[in-house]
């Protein structure tokens, strides 16, 4: 039933791995906004080594009254920031609706927690070789993650990459509960890579450091960060987004931390 094999599974895109053998910061906003904003942002995240590029044009908002992203516009600046500056856009899908027309604009789908479930989201995604980063369902078990990843690769996709974003407890002080155990359970389950998005996790840009060197110190083989030049102007997730200064701290320690499991940083 899992898919645990001996196979190192590597996602390649425009020349960049990522993979169990490094470790792969994947940072930006969580959700584009405007084209400065998203230029300002994208463009310091890469002067810190970083080139894959995070930002949603389609949101899935828990309230349907909250800003809902720029659709295709969004889609628009995320091709034209990361073609001038050599990244990888990363955004998230909400429907196979969008498929045909998100493959022209973007490198790496995301499906988001609310779709974990969405099994004809992700046997269409399957259809297709772009990658895809799986986040887990916010209620759902390592067994059941493992075997919507099947769903995608049943169509013959391999490009999954698994990302732990928190899990709904009794606990309300973060926004969700980071599971690190998830981590090396998904390393002893499947081969898939695996990386933590300690934003969503916490929903507190305060606690982002602390749970992204928890996560590499777990094993983990990148990180899914929002951050933005000016977190506290941003209509989206503000409260969880971190600004440059402390993405910055965070990449700075990682190399330390990477050496335990024999990992180096990659961009
Ligand atoms: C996101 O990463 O943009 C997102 C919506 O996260 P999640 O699905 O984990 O809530
Ligand atoms: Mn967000």
New binding site residues.
């Given amino acids: 039933m899992y898919s645990k094999t001996d196979v190192v599974r590597e996602v390649s895109v425009k020349g960049r791995l990522l993979s169990k053998n490094n470790f792969t910061v994947i940072a930006g906003p969580?959700?584009v906004e405007s084209k400065s904003q998203l230029m300002n942002t994208a463009q310091k995240i890469s002067e810190l080594g970083i080139f894959w590029l995070r930002g949603?044009a389609y949101k899935m908002r828990t309230s349907p009254d909250h800003f809902q992203g720029l659709g295709m516009e969004g889609l628009e600046m995320m091709k034209e920031v990361c073609s001038s500056l050599n990244m990888i856009s990363v955004s998230e899908i909400t429907s196979i609706s969008e498929l045909s027309l998100m493959k022209g604009y973007i490198d790496v789908f995301l499906v988001g927690t609310r779709n974990m479930h969405n099994y004809p989201l992700l046997s269409a995604l399957g259809e297709n070789d772009t990658p895809v980063i799986l986040k887990r369902g916010m209620a759902s078990t390592i067994k059941e993650w493992i075997l919507a990843a099947e769903y995608i690769a049943k169509g013959g996709n391999g490009n999954i990459i698994l990302c732990e974003r928190g899990i709904r407890t009794f606990e309300p002080y973060t926004r969700n509960t980071l599971d690190l155990s998830a981590i090396p359970a998904i390393k002893q389950e499947s081969d898939y890579p695996v990386l933590v998005d300690p934003?969503?996790s916490t929903g507190r840009s305060e606690m982002v450091k602390a749970m992204s060197w928890a996560a590499a110190a777990a094993g983990a083989d990148g990180l899914l960060i929002?951050c933005d030049t000016d977190p506290d102007s941003v209509k989206?997730?503000a409260r969880?987004t971190i600004n440059i200064d402390q993405l910055h701290e965070i990449v700075a320690g990682l190399p330390q931390l990477l050496k335990l499991w024999g990992k180096q940083a990659s961009s």
């Fill in positions: 969580c959700t949603g934003s969503h929002e989206c997730d969880q």
